[in-house]
């Protein structure tokens, strides 16, 4: 423990009880000793919060002598929030080295490319870190992500996307996953694709992630394409009871089985769609706007778009297209209309026929307009 904290806080115990929030924390922690749990920090910390006392966290004693570990954080771009959360949720902090123990984590992920909010993010998120040995814990977790996808880049955004994988094992954790994943035939650039973009897939207990590529695997998905990982994806984050749920609201429209499995192979992820958003997205294109099952199956990702910033007013404007003689139902899919970007979507539909139609724009921005 700091002897100079704990100097401080004994002559200026009155001046602590009035000063900032993170003060108090930070006395909360030097006096009831740095195992106090943080049900106790965080239940004070709230009393705080009720009180006319709560201020705007500082960075100094109340003296005006800047507190080590405080002071450390806020130069290297911790805002005052996130101090405090990393201090009640990790008492032990306060009393720490800064030059001995935070800084060559600064320096480490300095050394990567990961700086500025980012690091913030990643090192509040997960404030164990901060204890962890940049030499045996660090540097080889991040050196095995490199391994495996062949770039610093891609390394780089899997440990953003799930910073956990630097407190883990990966000899022993992820990498008998991606043993597993190759061993059924993943490739390599599937591989890559699900370590880069979805690692938190493979924090899995390898009994886990068995299952569910064998999952993807009976489902029929190809293990050589992305969408095997997108598979992945919805076996990981839904269970089978969930899923059978979500498969009901289509039979419900009138899909067959074969139909939902067609539907899955071509993009898995609208299972991941609460069942609301599913039977809102099917009575809309299935029953106000009179397309056939076939139709929705063959696209299923305009189930995942926003009904009135998306579908409504683009289908609206194919709609008066259409009542106008402009276009031919036979020359309209789903797959033009919903998925091509906005621009490129007026573009086709909109700008096209401003000299027949000339209230189309504004018939699809008054649509934009309504919120769901």
């Known amino acids: 423990m700091s002897g100079f904290l704990c100097k401080t806080l004994r002559r200026s115990a009155t001046d602590v009880q009035n000063s900032s929030f993170l003060l108090d924390v930070v006395s909360l922690v030097l006096v009831r000793g740095l195992s106090s ?7 004070a ?10 201020r705007k966290v500082h960075s100094e004693s109340p003296e005006g002598t800047p507190l080590p570990v405080v002071g450390f954080l806020k130069n290297h771009g911790f805002s005052d929030a996130q101090i405090s959360k990393l201090i009640t949720s990790l008492p032990r902090l306060v009393s720490c080295d800064p030059e001995q123990t935070l800084l ?10 990961i700086t500025g909010p980012a690091f913030t993010r990643i090192l509040t998120q997960v404030p164990q870190m901060w204890f962890r040995s940049v030499i045996k814990g660090l540097a080889p977790c991040y050196d095995f992500i490199k391994s495996v996808v062949f770039s610093e880049d891609r390394a780089v955004a899997s440990l953003k996307r799930a910073p956990r994988i630097l407190m883990s094992n990966v000899q022993t954790s992820i990498a008998p996953n991606i043993a597993s994943l190759r061993k059924f035939g993943g490739t390599q650039p599937v591989v890559s694709f699900l370590v880069s973009c979805y690692p938190n897939i493979l924090l899995q207990a390898n009994a886990n992630f068995e299952k569910h590529v064998k999952e993807a695997l009976d489902m029929g998905f190809d293990p050589k394409t992305s969408a095997f990982v997108h ?5 990981v984050g839904t269970t089978e009871l969930t899923q059978e749920r979500k498969k009901v609201v289509f039979r419900r429209f ?8 067609s539907a899955l ?3 898995p992820m609208f299972l991941m769609l609460s069942e609301k958003k599913i039977s809102d997205g099917l009575d809309f294109l299935m029953n106000k706007m009179g397309w056939q099952r076939d139709a929705v199956a063959r696209v299923p990702m305009v189930l995942c778009y926003s009904l ?10 194919v709609q008066v ?23 490129a979507f007026l573009a086709r539909f909109v700008i096209k026929y401003e000299a027949q139609a000339p209230q189309l724009l504004n018939l699809y921005k008054g649509k934009l307009c309504v919120r769901e």
């Open 308 to 317: 009135n910033n998306r579908v409504i007013p683009r289908l609206s404007v």
């Open 321 to 343: 297209l259409q009542s106008e003689g402009l276009l031919n139902e036979e020359d309209i899919h789903l797959s033009s209309v919903l998925i091509p970007t906005e621009k």
């Open 37 to 43: 749990s943080t049900k106790k920090i965080s239940k």
């Open 231 to 235: 598979a992945l994806r919805v076996f």
């Open 45 to 54: 910390a709230g009393q705080h919060k009720k009180s006319s006392t709560f």
């Open 265 to 267: 192979k071509t993009n």
């Open 254 to 261: 009138g899909w067959s089985d074969d139909e939902i499995l």
């Open 104 to 113: 060559p984590k600064v320096e480490f992920f300095n050394s990567i490319g």
